[in-house]
């Protein structure tokens, strides 16, 4: 069954194209070690919540804009065996030269893998 990677953060709404760059020159690095599709979506209609919303979960001020994006595995055994992969890639350390460094603060930035139990499609 997939299984699919979900990243929320918040990126400095002057970087969107630098951020736009990095997921390029990244994402396909993951198809190679075996994801079927990344998706990055820059946030547009992100509103505060009365509890909780994406914008405090990743603590973004007023100059950064809240990025969701997420990668589609085949099943989990590929995806464990691809982020394994992935650490070790060097294309991936941002102090090699020729790498970008992150455009926003990978502290904040939250993550989970999650099985799939309901699809719906038209």
């Known amino acids: 069954m997939a299984y699919v990677d979900g990243f929320v953060i ?3 709404t002057a970087n969107k194209q630098k951020f736009i760059e990095h997921a390029r ?3 396909p690095i993951f198809l190679e ?3 079927i599709r990344v998706i990055e979506a820059w946030g547009d209609d992100v509103p505060d919540g009365k509890v909780t919303d994406f914008r405090r979960a990743v603590q973004a001020t007023a100059e950064e804009t809240v990025a969701f994006s997420w990668i589609e595995w085949p099943d989990k055994a590929t995806r464990d065996a691809g982020m394994k992969k992935m650490m070790d890639d060097p294309r991936m350390d941002p102090s090699k030269p ?3 460094a992150m455009p926003f ?8 893998g999650f099985e799939p139990v309901v699809e719906v499609k038209a």
């Open 10 to 12: 918040a990126v400095p």
């Open 25 to 27: 020159l990244l994402d």
């Open 33 to 35: 070690l075996g994801a």
């Open 98 to 100: 020729g790498n970008l």
């Open 105 to 112: 603060d990978g502290k904040r930035m939250i993550f989970g």
